[in-house]
């Protein structure tokens, strides 16, 4: 699926320099007290809009933050940003690229994969990582104090179908992505569920597959109640819902997924029409009114793109970075991680903390519908949950 804003067509690089550099200014030289952000996403392939996103959120912030100086007390924020492919080998390789030129501080990942590989490369080598889009619950624990997140986990986005119902005894098809994030919803959807009395059939679609319908026959062979989808690549995801559909998946199991990306909206609005589909959500644009939430919209709307998926956890990634550097321009990371843990801030979501014991972010999460206004599907919030921890 292709984004329909001016994000995709100016590039992350041509929004940084919009938003932060006037017109006819060349960026500065770097100067020896300079603060290195490091910046590890995914800026092509099926996980791009993610990567874009956060990263367009980030750069917002940082400004937005430092009331437009991108500086603390003085000492200059720099921010170099690599494309990972969403290739844990390549991410690997511009971390270390980063920790070779005494970058202290590194952030992004869209993929799980990804982040689980650079989590331990941080207590290695003792740097700050602040993972971002990356969903699979194990790239934060108590054991590694060197990694926090800015987005959520994989059992955070499961927390608003708890209340599914009817569940005991029923079958839930678990159709994912062969791949970490796929996994690490496949256990969020069981760990909430199989206590309940569900019963599974897992589906694990490979990542290189190019023809769903065998999957997705498989899907609607296993006379389920309900259809958990969990889908990360935005290039493909329209297509293996497709498959569910077109194969009578839906005809019997009501699909539950996760609302992705603007981009996604009439898609799986056209595909879930008449599933009575659950969708969980962790952030859209405007589904919580802050003071941040404005300014960032004005800035947008002026510049012309439009918020994504993932835009908030740029924004929280900005907020922790500058928490983090709180009487700390020298960046010592034992006092970054300090400044950090039990940290609680007003981000684009309202109310998120950093859980001080494994370096979770509370916050809330929501629970929507698609509904068609005019001839586009929008998003529309049905519940939130406040303060969600699992």
């Given amino acids: 699926m292709r984004k329909h804003n001016r994000l995709t067509r100016l590039g992350v690089g041509t929004l940084a320099l919009a938003l932060l550099i006037p017109a006819g200014i060349s960026a ?59 290739d844990p080998a390549a991410a690997t390789a511009a971390f270390k690229e980063y920790v ?25 080598n003792k740097v700050l990582y602040i993972s971002g889009p990356a969903k699979n619950d194990a790239v934060t624990s108590a054991a590694n104090k060197y990694v926090f997140r800015s987005g959520n986990t994989s059992l955070q986005d499961f927390a608003p179908l708890s209340g599914i119902s009817p569940i005991k005894d029923k079958t839930v098809v678990v159709f994912t992505e062969d791949n970490a994030f796929g996994a690490g919803n496949a256990a969020a959807a069981k760990l909430y569920l199989a206590k309940k009395g569900a019963k599974f059939v897992d589906i694990k679609v490979s990542t290189t597959a190019t023809d769903f319908t065998p999957y997705a ?11 958990f989808i969990a889908w990360s690549n935005a290039l493909t995801a329209a297509g293996a819902i497709t498959a569910l559909r077109q194969q009578g998946a839906f005809a019997k199991a009501r699909p539950i997924t996760g609302l992705a990306g603007v981009a996604s909206y009439d898609a799986y609005g056209t ?57 700390n321009t020298g960046v010592d990371v034992a006092t970054a991680i300090s400044n950090l843990e039990g940290f609680s801030f007003i981000g684009l979501k309202g109310q998120e903390t950093v859980r001080a014991t494994d370096h979770l972010l509370i ?25 969600v921890t699992t």
């Fill in 28 to 86: 500065p030289a770097r100067a020896a007290d300079d603060i290195k952000i490091g910046v590890i996403t995914t800026t092509s392939g099926g996980l791009k809009s993610y990567g874009d996103a956060y990263t367009a959120g980030l750069m917002w912030g940082l400004k937005y933050y430092t009331t437009g100086k991108m500086s603390v007390n003085g000492a200059k924020l720099v921010v170099s940003t690599k494309d990972d492919g969403a």
């Fill in 100 to 124: 070779g030129n005494g970058t202290k501080i590194i952030v992004g990942s869209a993929s799980s994969g990804v982040a689980l590989t650079l989590a331990p490369l941080a207590a290695q």
């Fill in 217 to 227: 026959k498989k899907a609607a062979d296993a006379n389920a109640s309900y259809v």
């Fill in 271 to 327: 595909l879930f029409e008449g599933t009575n589909a659950i969708l969980t959500n962790s952030y859209f644009p405007g589904v919580v009114k802050t003071n941040a939430s404005d300014a960032l919209q004005s800035a947008y709307d002026a510049a012309g793109i439009s918020q994504d998926l993932f835009t908030s956890d740029g924004v929280s990634a900005a907020k922790m970075i500058l928490q983090a550097l709180k009487a």
């Fill in 363 to 387: 916050q809330s999460m929501y629970l929507v519908s698609l509904n068609k206004v005019g001839s586009h599907y929008k998003p529309t919030l049905v519940k939130t949950l406040r303060n």
